[in-house]
């Protein structure tokens, strides 16, 4: 092998080092890409829900327009949790985990969960918790 024929071979060698190298970069990119894509998907779809759980909240508010109206983030919420459960209602540890969720604390789930039913606008029955007629769409 020549002078010449030894140097082409050395920069071949070179450049498929090179080659490699950039490939490994970019698929380490694409990875971070398709994190970053999951990521935003996760994001978008809490954003659907919590949007979805303050229309409910505002639906069944306004179905309970003659209710005595309370300002509790946790009452909110489980307004729009048992209305949207319906006749079916909800356990109490499920409207709890919805309070809990949405950021706030057990004390707070139990405290809603208190003045709902003193309010009459829900009732505890065969361990499901559900809006009252006074309370649930006309």
């Not at 489980?78 to 969720?101: F, H, S, W």
């Not at 949405?102 to 809603?112: N, Q």
Request: hydrophobic share 45%; proline share 2%.
């Amino acid at each position: 092998m020549s002078a010449t024929s030894k140097e082409l071979t050395k920069a071949i060698a070179n450049l498929d080092s090179e080659i490699t190298k950039k490939q490994a970069a970019i698929s380490r990119m694409m990875d971070e890409i398709v994190g970053l894509m999951l990521r935003r998907e996760r994001i978008k779809g809490a954003l659907i829900e919590v949007v979805g759980a303050v229309e409910r909240t505002s639906v069944a508010q306004n179905q309970c327009a003659g209710a005595p109206r309370f300002r509790g983030q946790a009452f909110e919420i489980m307004i729009g949790a048992l209305g949207a459960a319906g006749e079916i209602g909800l356990p109490a540890a499920d409207l709890n985990r919805k309070v809990i969720d949405a950021g706030g604390s057990l004390w707070a789930a139990e405290k809603a969960r208190t003045r709902l039913r003193r309010a009459r606008m829900a009732t505890l029955q065969d361990g499901r918790w559900r809006l009252t007629n006074s309370a649930s769409p006309v």
